[in-house]
């Protein structure tokens, strides 16, 4: 069973990846846990010094990790739910194609797409997901995103019962609304997930921009768990929690010794 999902959000360079992977890896000593990179520019695989791609790969016995392909993506989810309203509406059909076009480079395609790529693991096998993202704008509007598209679900869908209406009318039957349906509810659980398990993870660093940064992060997300983090610590005071600077932290030996011990205080 699921017991967190843990996002790692910050400036860009403060240390969001590094913290991701070595969170992973410790966690993963506690039970079943995924690393999944939702940063379009992924680097996990040179911190983890293991070939990460976009389909699961086993670090350790109990440690998977993923770079999830935005591109693939959006390509998938566009193509789903474009298809079941193109069904739903056959007139609209041909215009749809143009649409998806359009559609695909739309302002929130890629994190609607994001969010059910992330999901899809929530609802999979795992202790812990454990994910990192782009610098601070890019976690802002996916948890935005994620309740937006709820209205836009709850739309379609009166849309489509109002179909399968007719259809049931017309003695045909109409599997659109119950697709829709299922997608809502997947939305639903998500948004609930996320509510109840997510801890974030605001990471600075001893730099006045990122510190700011963090502070907006809580601010942004204050209905979830925010947690501030000053990594490669030195000596600033202030209600963080704290990790302290480790010499080259790539690879897996290394990344086991940086010490993320307050982190994993607020996980388990
Ligand atoms: N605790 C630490 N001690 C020493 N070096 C660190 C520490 N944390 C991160 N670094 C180094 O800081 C640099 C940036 O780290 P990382 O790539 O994890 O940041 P990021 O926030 O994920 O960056 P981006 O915004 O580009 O994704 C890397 O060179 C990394 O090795
Ligand atoms: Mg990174």
Redesign the pocket.
């Known amino acids: 069973m699921l017991l967190r999902v843990i996002f790692f959000g910050?400036k860009?360079?403060?240390?969001?990846?590094?913290?991701a992977c070595a969170t992973a890896l410790r966690l993963s000593e506690k039970g079943k846990t995924l690393l999944v990179s939702i940063?379009p520019?992924h680097?996990l695989s040179g911190?983890l010094k293991v070939k990460v791609g976009d389909d699961l790969v086993r670090i350790n016995e109990y440690l998977f990790a993923v770079e999830l392909s935005a591109e693939r993506l959006v390509e998938d989810y566009v193509n789903n739910v474009l298809s079941a309203i193109g069904e739903m509406m056959p007139s609209l059909k041909s215009g749809l194609k143009e649409y998806a076009r359009h559609v695909k480079h739309s302002p929130t395609a890629l994190e609607t797409a994001v969010l059910d790529g992330i999901a899809n693991y929530l609802e999979a096998d795992f202790q812990f997901v454990v994910v990192?993202s782009?610098?601070t704008g890019q976690m802002v509007r996916i948890f935005q995103t994620a309740k937006m598209v709820e209205g836009w679900f709850s739309f379609l869908e009166k849309l489509a019962k109002e179909r399968q209406k007719l259809e049931t009318f017309m003695g045909r039957s109409d599997k659109v609304f119950d697709l829709i349906k299922k997608r809502r509810e997947k939305l639903e659980r998500l948004v609930r997930v996320l509510r109840e398990k997510a801890i974030i993870f605001a990471?600075a660093n001893e730099e006045t921009l990122s510190i700011e940064e963090a502070f907006d992060l809580e601010k942004y997300l204050k209905e979830f768990k925010v947690y501030r983090v000053m990594?490669?610590w030195k000596s600033a005071e202030g209600d963080f929690l704290k990790?302290?600077?480790?010499?080259a932290?790539?690879g897996i030996e290394r990344l086991s010794l940086?010490d993320v011990e307050e982190l994993l205080k607020v996980i388990v």
Do not use: R
């Open positions: 910050g860009g360079g403060v240390g969001k990846s590094t913290l940063d520019a680097s911190i990192d782009a610098p990471v990594n490669k990790v302290g600077y480790l010499q932290p790539y940086l």
